[in-house]
Structures are given as C-alpha cells and as structure tokens.
C-alpha cells in the first residue's frame, strides 16, 4: 500500500506541481494517475521512490515512511519504467534484463535464467536474448524495459506514460498484456498517462488530476464514467463523445453495423435495446472491432465489475441504465 498524507510539491521557482494530495493506493491492483500535460502526474509518481521530495506532507509505503527510508533500500522494492526505455545499447536484451540482479549480487547463471523467465512473462520471443536494443522494435523495447523493471521481483512498479511513444495498435496489445501480468504477478502498479482511454482500460483506480496538482477524483473507472464530480472530470472522461465505451445491441440482434451511437444521456433508441458490457476475457472480438468502427465502443466488464452481462436497460437513458448497472449488488442490471 502507498499513502500520500497532504503531499505538496512545490519547485524552487515557485511551481506548485502536486498540491496537498491525500490518496491511498492499495496494494495488487492497477491505480492510475491521469491528466493534462503539467498536472502533476510524474511529479506524484517520483516522489513514491524518492526521486522527488515533497515539499510538504508525508508519502508512507508499506508502512514506512519514505523520507525516512534509505534511498537505495527503497527502491530495490519498487520497479520504474518510463516512456523511453532506457536500455544499455551496447549490452543484449538477456543481459540488459539481467543487469538488476547482478549489481544485487546475484550469480551471472542465475541472473540469466531470472533474464531468460522474465523474457517468457513479458512476451518476448526467446530469439530476441542475443540481440541489441536497436534491433527492436518500440513495443519490444517497451516490454524488455517492463522486464527489466520486474528483474528484481519488486512488489512495487511505477510506469510512467510507458506506452506513449509505441503506436495504436501496439499499444493495445501492451496495456492487454500489462492486465494479464498483473493479474499474474499481482503487483502493485501505479501508472500513469494522459490518455483517459488507457486510464479507464487498466485503472481498478484513476486519480484524475487538474493542472495545479489537484487531485479533482480518485475512483472506480465505472464510477468515474456514472459520477463525475464536475464538469472537469466530466469533460475529461468524454461527455462530449458520449459514453465510450458503451456498445448497443438490440435483443433482435441488430447486426453490429447498424448499432446506433448513442450519447450519454440520449434516450434509448429502442424498447428492446440492450447495452452491451463486455468481459475483456470473453467478448467477441470481431463485434468490437465493429462497435468501434461504427463509433461506438465498449466497456470492459470487470472495470464494472466481475463476470460481465448484457444488460436490458428497457427504455431508460444510458445514464439511469449504467447507474442502475453499478447500484445493483449482483451486478445485474434492470
Ligand atoms: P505531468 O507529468 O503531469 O506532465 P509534471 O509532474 O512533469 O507533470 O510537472 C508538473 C508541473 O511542475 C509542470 O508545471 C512542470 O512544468 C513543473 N515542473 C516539473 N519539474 C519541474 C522542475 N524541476 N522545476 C520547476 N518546475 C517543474
Ligand atoms: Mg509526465
């Protein structure tokens, strides 16, 4: 678990970059900060492994007091990816993975076999251990650098917009990835980005952050989409674009090309529509694809929550459906 208890950043040139923030990440999920450019996002993110100072207020990981903590001793328990991998370009991927485990005095056998498993976790082909960073792609570097990060097996990992640079495509399959590691692993990953989409796709929790470092709310991506605390978030999470996320299909099953885009709040379009909430596991890829296409999308179920349904909203708005959705115990929906 990490807490920030009235955290405050302020730079020397009077800056205020992360503003008294309180927030509780628990631990074994994926907690998401996302935000404007300058909203305080790696400022936060820095400061859980000292690479930042607050200025003011207390950052407490698993118990112990951050600033208290020796820098190095601190950081041996929590992994850091950045956008830029950052990998040796002289050294091959099996050893630029390896390079944590031998400073920590590790055998060179066992640093290699821990390289070579790590490889296999973060879908690496084993072909790739004997060549240079160069020789990879974007998406591959990434995931040697996602790698490198876990060598140590840190129960803690930052990742700082590490998606960012890698194209559209590449990026899916990375943040799919990056689900099924955790799930795995059972990690405890702070992330952070600016893209609202990657946020509610991976967060169990997004902390939205305004520019000035306020924190505007810190919530279930569910809940973020249903409660916007104000028009901030509300713009943030994609009002204007209606609920993205959702797909329509009609219980006649209404081919996917002709489901209707509907914004948040519009009346369903039709007594007998449904909506569509879809276990990221489970669902259909093809009639994603085609929801997207066709300008509507989907929610991931378990951002919901467990299991996934289709819900029969009767002839309610998308906002009462969702809301109904997300009250009901079961999961189950009107
Ligand atoms: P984000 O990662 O959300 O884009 P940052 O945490 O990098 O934002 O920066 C937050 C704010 O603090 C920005 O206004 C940025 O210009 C400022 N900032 C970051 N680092 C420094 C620094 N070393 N000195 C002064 N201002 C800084
Ligand atoms: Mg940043």
Redesign the pocket.
């Known amino acids: 678990m990490i807490e920030f208890r009235g955290v405050t ?1 302020r ?3 009077g ?4 503003d008294n923030l309180d927030l509780v990440v628990e631990a074994g999920g994926i907690t998401v ?1 996302v ?12 400061m859980i492994n000292r690479m ?1 100072e607050p200025s003011e207020g207390t950052i407490m990981v698993d118990g112990r007091d951050v600033a208290a903590t020796d820098a190095a001793d601190l950081r041996r328990g929590i992994g850091y990816v950045i956008q830029q991998a950052g990998l040796f370009p002289h050294r091959t991927i099996l050893d630029n993975i390896a390079t944590v485990p031998l400073l920590l005095g590790w055998s060179k056998a066992k640093a290699r076999s821990r390289a070579a498993e790590l490889m296999e976790i973060v879908g690496l082909a084993r072909e790739m251990a004997g060549r240079y960073p160069a020789q990879l792609s974007g998406g591959q570097q990434q995931r040697v650098g996602v790698a490198r990060a876990l060598a140590a097996d840190p129960p803690i990992l930052l990742m ?2 590490p998606f960012s640079a890698v194209d559209p495509v590449v990026r899916e399959s990375l943040q799919d990835e990056l689900l099924r590691l955790q799930a795995e692993l059972g990690k405890t990953i702070v992330f ?1 980005t ?1 893209d609202i989409d990657e946020a509610i796709k991976l967060g169990d929790k997004v902390a939205v ?1 305004r ?1 000035g ?1 306020v924190l505007a709310q810190y919530d279930q991506p569910g809940q973020l989409l249903a409660r916007p605390v104000d028009d901030f978030v509300d713009n943030f999470v994609g009002r204007d674009r209606g609920y993205r996320g959702l797909g329509f299909m009609s219980s006649d099953a209404i081919p996917i090309g002709e489901l209707p885009t509907v914004a948040l709040g519009d009346p369903v379009p039709d007594d007998d529509a449904w909506v569509l909430v879809v276990d990221s596991e489970q669902h259909p890829q093809g009639w994603l694809n085609g929801a997207e296409r066709n300008g509507a999308a989907v929610v991931e179920a378990d951002h919901l929550m467990p299991g996934g349904s289709l819900y029969d909203i009767g002839s309610g708005s998308l906002r009462s459906a969702l809301d109904a959705a997300l009250s009901s115990p079961s999961g189950v929906g009107v």
């Not at 800056?15 to 992360?18: G, I, L, S």
């Not at 300058?38 to 400022?43: E, I, L």
């Open positions: 950043k730079f020397p040139d800056t205020v970059a992360v900060f935000g404007p450019s300058g909203c305080g996002k790696t400022t936060s993110l820095r930042i700082d917009e952070v600016h952050l520019v470092g």
